[in-house]
């Protein structure tokens, strides 16, 4: 084939692609950043603003709120998921009878539907019939009993000092996927390495440190950028779980913020700012990681 | 490489309570939805279905609450406070197109950048995963504007019709198979005077079988559970989809704890099928792609 034709044929395959490129990333990406230095609820004409937006942003407590609770539940919510994964991943690895039974059972979680788990906990974490208060309760009055203490369950989803944790505490259940690719990086790793670290003398913990971690880090780095881009869009379980922000705006998250300016109060060119500043957050977040784990992160094949 | 004892028997302890832990919230899903409402204030909890007067012999036995006597009222009652069958039947007719439109479109797509060769092809491409980076939040707003300029709010088009134009995830996931298509092949269906489509068609696409079953699956998946796209897009509560209609369900009818588990459940069972039948194809999706659920 000569080129013009090779590059006809080529064009047309992708041309599906491109159509929905443009119509779907180039032109919205445009558009947004035109909207986000205006003002446009859709009905009325668009007026351009300027840095107005962008400005208000600076000054908007609900907003400023919205990126402390994102950056708040980010930083807590992803090592904490991340350690889960590994620590199913490093039992499932272990050379015992019933491991597929048992892989399934903790990775069905993760591809339940986020409603559907969100009603679920919703009621799990119900701070008077909820089972998880119900199993609590017992254990904190037989310890008050004992040590005069006056512990009680705590509200969970009501009591804006517990929500975000019983929202850490929910994605702790659906953290299947990171565990089968961090299972399946562990069977990758050499089981020659760890008959050198023995003939070294290294125990379990050296070789899980200095063996193990290492050779598993691509994969940890990888969750680790994945997750974080997840947790800044948080949005499904929070929408269906407190409405609103509620208690008192503790789990008003970004994306949720961005979605009620968007949708609900039709501030769609102060919406459009606020989506870019979360890139721009997405964006160096995601460098700081690169940067700060180069250093710990080994690759195959690049010597040391 | 068997394990000592001691560690063997440490690693089963953890397994076996974690398993308990990880299975208490599906128990509890599905006691919900089947218990009669006055169950719920009993602490602590039965967890076992049983008829009445076998949960009576064993209550009397043990001393403790431990069977109830299952109920399906919940079920009807969920099932017709919300129209439950009209969502799934949405919800099943956006999960097709969906995955009809993705495998073909991605699969055309990635053979236009795995299997040709042309000149910007891999520049393209990069630029492609670059934009996966994107926030969808960026570009929510003006996407939903252009629909709205279709006026093709509260159908099924937005969320069944970009799926029909390739989704870089996807395109990116055939590709990666069908650079593993071996070129003399095609090369010799193009000597033989055969056209890349009759090439896609004839000879890529059979030898990726397992990856036509991934792609279907995760795109199917990704319908069935997508809440955003809905809950923008389709403002009729005939057009729901059961995304749509449990969260609503919770909005209006959030304290009938028991008819929503109810819904919740009817939503989930489908997957969990789903799963038991394409097991290897999850978990090996999961590994080739790196997606996370």
């Not at chain 1, 969100?118 to 974490?125: E, F, K, M």
């Not at chain 1, 050499?190 to 050779?215: C, F």
């Not at chain 2, 996966?132 to 019709?161: D, H, K």
């Amino acid at each position: 084939m000569n080129r013009a034709k090779e590059w006809r044929a080529g064009l047309l395959f992708i041309s599906p692609f491109l159509v929905g490129f443009t119509l779907f990333t180039i032109y919205p990406v445009l558009a947004s950043i035109y909207y986000s230095f205006c003002d446009f609820d859709i009905v009325s004409p668009t007026v351009p603003v300027g840095l107005a937006n962008y400005r208000e942003l600076l000054s908007d407590e609900r907003f400023h709120h919205s990126l402390y609770n994102t950056l708040i539940f980010t930083l807590f919510a992803v090592p904490v998921t991340m350690l889960t994964a590994l620590v199913l991943a490093f039992l499932l690895n272990m050379k015992l009878k019933g491991q597929a039974f048992y892989r399934t059972l903790f990775f069905l979680p993760s591809i339940v539907p986020l409603v559907a788990s969100s009603v679920l906990w919703l009621w799990l974490l119900n701070p008077d019939y909820g089972l998880l208060n119900t199993m609590l309760r017992p254990v904190l009055e037989t310890i008050n009993a004992v040590a005069g203490t006056g512990f009680r369950p705590p509200g969970w989803l009501v009591d804006a000092n517990y929500t975000k944790a019983a929202l850490i505490l929910m994605s702790t259940w659906g953290v299947g996927g990171s565990m089968i690719l961090y299972l399946a990086a562990l069977g990758d790793v050499p089981v020659t390495l760890y008959e050198a670290a023995e003939l070294d003398g290294a125990g379990a913990w050296r070789k899980a440190w200095h063996v193990t971690l290492p050779m598993i880090s691509p994969v940890l780095l990888f969750t680790l950028v994945m997750g974080l881009i997840g947790t800044f869009q948080y949005f499904s379980q929070a929408w269906i779980m407190t409405p609103n922000g509620q208690p008192g705006d503790a789990t008003l998250f970004y994306a949720l913020y961005l979605f009620y300016n968007a949708f609900l109060y039709l501030r769609m060119g102060y919406a459009s700012a606020q989506a870019w500043i979360l890139f721009l957050v997405i964006v160096a977040a995601t460098m700081l990681v690169f940067r700060t784990t180069r250093r710990f992160v080994y690759y195959g094949g690049e010597g040391t | 490489m068997k394990q000592p004892p001691l560690k063997a028997i440490l690693g089963h302890t953890a397994l076996v309570v974690l398993s308990f832990v990880y299975v208490l919230p599906f128990a509890w899903l599905v006691t919900t939805s089947l218990q009669p409402d006055e169950e719920r204030s009993k602490a602590p909890p039965a967890f076992i279905p049983a008829p009445a007067a076998v949960a009576k012999a064993l209550e009397d036995a043990t001393g403790r609450h431990l069977a109830y006597e299952p109920t399906g009222a919940h079920y009807v009652k969920g099932v017709t406070r919300v129209p439950v069958p009209l969502f799934f039947r949405n919800t099943l007719l956006v999960c097709t197109l969906t995955v009809i439109g993705t495998i073909l479109s991605s699969s055309l797509v990635a053979y236009g950048f795995g299997v040709l060769q042309w000149r910007g092809r891999d520049v393209l491409f990069y630029v492609m995963l670059a934009t996966m980076m994107l926030p969808g939040q960026v570009t929510m707003i003006p996407v939903f504007l252009i629909w709205r300029e279709f006026g093709l709010i509260n159908t099924f088009a937005p969320l069944v019709i970009p799926a029909f134009l390739g989704s870089p995830f996807f395109i990116f996931l055939f590709r990666q198979f069908f650079l593993t298509v071996p070129r003399d092949l095609v090369e010799a269906a193009r000597m033989d005077g055969a056209g890349e489509l009759r090439i896609w068609a004839g000879i890529v696409m059979p030898l990726s079988l397992p990856a036509i079953a991934t792609v279907g699956l995760f795109a199917f998946l990704g319908a069935w559970n997508d809440f955003l796209g809905p809950l923008i897009y389709l403002a009729d509560q005939s057009r729901y989809t059961l995304s749509l209609g449990l969260a609503m369900f919770r909005t209006q009818y959030g304290s009938e704890y028991g008819q929503m588990m109810a819904v919740a459940t009817l939503m989930v069972i489908p997957i969990i099928v789903l799963f038991f039948f394409a097991q290897k194809t999850f978990i090996q999706g999961i590994k080739t792609s790196g997606m996370k659920m």
